[in-house]
């Protein structure tokens, strides 16, 4: 492999790198909107099931540690604002507004499994790039086999004798000289 191929490679590598992050915050992102969503629903479908005709007082945060007092005097199921989407808002009963959480996290679970199969994609393609990598690279850097070895095997071998032979080193596991299975 030539050198501009290894830094394609290596680009690759780093752009399919990047993109895996990315994948991974998205999943993060995600899994935090389905626990935000769970907790909003479970808190919706217990407000549903309590008794409509008795006067219920909650408290409601809003962020930055201040909390609203609200309540509900009874008499039917109480009613929530929801995000019907495209910054559109309408008011729901509480049962509607908790189905149609539900709803939303089963379209966010559908999108975590396919961002978790992104990321696994990602990281056979970046595990067979740097392979390919480091292959391409212990290749470059191994010596070129010399060529009086190749010039003393495609001489007949009868034409051979152990004296006229000259005994070359070459580095190996089991001794360090070439041998005729060589």
């Known amino acids: 492999m030539e050198q501009s191929e290894l830094q394609r490679t290596a680009r690759l590598v780093e752009m399919n790198r990047e993109r895996f992050h990315e994948v991974q915050?998205?999943?993060e992102q995600v899994i935090n909107v389905l626990g935000e969503h769970d907790v909003t629903a479970t808190i919706l479908e217990t407000l549903s099931k309590k008794d409509h005709?008795?006067?219920?007082?909650?408290?409601?945060?809003?962020?930055?540690?201040?909390?609203l007092t609200c309540q509900h005097p009874g008499g039917g199921e109480g009613t929530t604002i929801v995000?019907?989407?495209?910054?559109?808002?309408?008011?729901?009963?509480?049962?509607?507004?908790?189905?149609?959480t539900r709803e939303r996290m089963e379209e966010l679970g559908t999108l975590l499994e396919s961002l978790q199969?992104?990321?696994?994609?990602?990281?056979?393609?970046?595990?067979t790039l740097a392979q390919s990598f480091t292959a391409a690279a212990e290749a470059q850097t191994q010596p070129e086999p010399s060529t009086a070895v190749n010039?003393?095997?495609s001489q007949p071998e009868a034409a051979e004798t152990?004296?006229?032979?000259?005994?070359r080193r070459r580095?190996?596991?089991f001794g360090n000289e070439l041998t005729l299975d060589d």
Request: glycine share 12%; net charge negative; proline share 3%.
């Open 151 to 153: 010039e003393t095997e």
């Open 53 to 67: 005709d008795s006067e219920m007082k909650m408290h409601v945060s809003i962020g930055a540690g201040v909390t």
């Open 162 to 167: 152990p004296a006229s032979k000259p005994k």
């Open 25 to 27: 915050e998205r999943i």
């Open 117 to 127: 199969s992104q990321s696994q994609q990602l990281e056979a393609t970046i595990t």
């Open 171 to 173: 580095g190996g596991m």
């Open 83 to 100: 995000d019907l989407g495209s910054g559109i808002f309408g008011e729901r009963t509480w049962s509607d507004a908790a189905s149609l």
